[in-house]
Structure formats: C-alpha cells, structure tokens
C-alpha cells in the first residue's frame, strides 16, 4: 500500500531551526515535494528532491535519503509567518501527488 | 513560478443546486491538471486527473456523473459540482503540472459551500 507519514503538529519559537521528517512507503517514487500550506489557502511550492542528498534554498532545506525511505525539511531563523501546515508528498512519475496529512507547524514569539 | 487561477474563490448555493469552478493555467499550458478536495484539517485528497482533450480519470469512490470535469482546452479545466448536497462542502483545488522536472503548481482554491 500506500503510506506517507509525518508527524501532526510541531511547536518552535522564533528564531530557532525546526525539522519535520516525512517516511513514505510507496509503490512507485520519482521524487519527493514539499508544499508550504496556510490555512485557507493552497499549498505553495517548497521543494522537489529526486536524488538523495540536501538542497539548501534560502532558509528552507530539504534532503532525501531514497534507499530510507525518508526526508525531511529543515526550516532555519524561523519566523512568525511560517506558522503553517508542511506537507510531504510523493511524486510517482508524472501523476497526481500522494499527500502526506501534513505537519501543523506553530511558531510563537 | 508558474500561475494557476480558480474562479470562484468562494462560493454558496443551496441544495440540489450545481456549481462550475473554473481552474486556469495564466502563464503556461497543462496537458494535465488535477483536482483535490479538502476537508478541514485534512490534507488533500486526489479527485481526477484531467487531461486536455480526453475524458478524465476519477479516483476511487469519487462519482464521475456527480463531479464533472472539462479540459478543452491547454489553460482550462472546470469542474462542476452537480446536485450538490452539503456534504459537499469542501475546498477545491485545482493544479496543473510544469516545468522540468514537473512540478505541480496549485490554484487558489475554491470553498464550496452547500447550504
């Protein structure tokens, strides 16, 4: 089957770095997207890794580990505005994404 | 990036009533768009995948004849929601696919609410 887990919800406080892993069982893998989502609004573009390693953009990182099964974003000076759902979601060769149920990310001051 | 648009953004209607939502790539053409739903605190669920041109390919469990999708042409797809009943309520989004490697760009969202 299917199966695409990340942890519900995350607390941080400005500034510090926060981490959210994503493990995905799936039957087929092209690559891997992350999507920032606010509430009420859709997801926006983060990431896309296809080979295994860290993609640094910005204060947003994302790395891939295929033969794991694993990834995660890793999210620096964090900032009252990245409070938002993060979601994981796997791209199985040009189809539709299968969506992890997204990580709720509160940043406080 | 590239842009997608949804139009409406929200809209309201009674029971029994049906509603076009219109998905529209601004920048760039999509053979392929796909349409989610959304329940509060869920995450996105995959509706169809709707190919320009061609009949779109429904998800398990989602019924073709209530959820009609249109995709004539490389920037528009519609989705009408007929008989709506308020458990179709939802958040609606649309995305449509670019790039290299491609990526998956979404619309706005449309919040259907059925009263």
């Known amino acids: 089957g299917q199966n695409i887990d990340q942890p519900t919800e995350m607390t941080a406080t400005e500034g510090a770095i926060v981490q959210i892993n994503c493990t995905y069982q799936?039957?087929?893998?092209?690559?891997l997207f992350w999507y920032q989502q606010h509430a009420g609004e859709a997801p926006t573009f983060l990431s896309y890794?296809?080979?295994?390693g860290l993609e640094e953009k910005g204060r947003f990182s994302s790395f891939l580990s295929r033969s794991k099964g694993y990834s995660y974003l890793l999210l620096k000076e964090l900032q009252m505005k990245d409070s938002a759902s993060y979601l994981c979601?796997?791209?199985?060769?040009?189809?539709?994404?299968?969506f992890g149920k997204g990580t709720t990310l509160s940043v406080s001051s | 990036g590239a842009v997608v648009s949804q139009h409406p953004s929200r809209v309201i209607c009674k029971s029994g009533t049906s509603v076009k939502i219109e998905c529209r790539s601004l920048?760039?053409?999509?053979?392929?768009m796909f349409w989610y739903r959304q329940f509060p605190k869920k995450s996105l669920m995959l509706m169809a995948t709707?190919?320009?041109?061609?009949?779109?390919?429904?998800e398990q469990g989602v019924e073709k004849d209530k959820f009609l999708i249109n995709h004539a042409s490389l920037t528009l797809s519609t989705l009408t929601v007929t008989s709506a009943h308020p458990e179709d309520s939802s958040f609606y989004i649309c995305?449509?696919?670019?790039?290299?490697?491609?990526?998956?760009?979404f619309g706005p969202g449309t919040r259907l609410t059925v009263l």
């Open positions: 979601a796997v791209d199985q060769a040009g189809t539709a994404l299968i």
């Open positions: 799936t039957s087929g893998f092209n690559g």
């Open positions: 890794n296809v080979l295994d």
């Open positions: 920048d760039f053409q999509a053979t392929t």
């Open positions: 709707s190919n320009e041109g061609s009949k779109a390919t429904y």
């Open positions: 995305s449509g696919l670019a790039g290299a490697p491609d990526t998956q760009y």
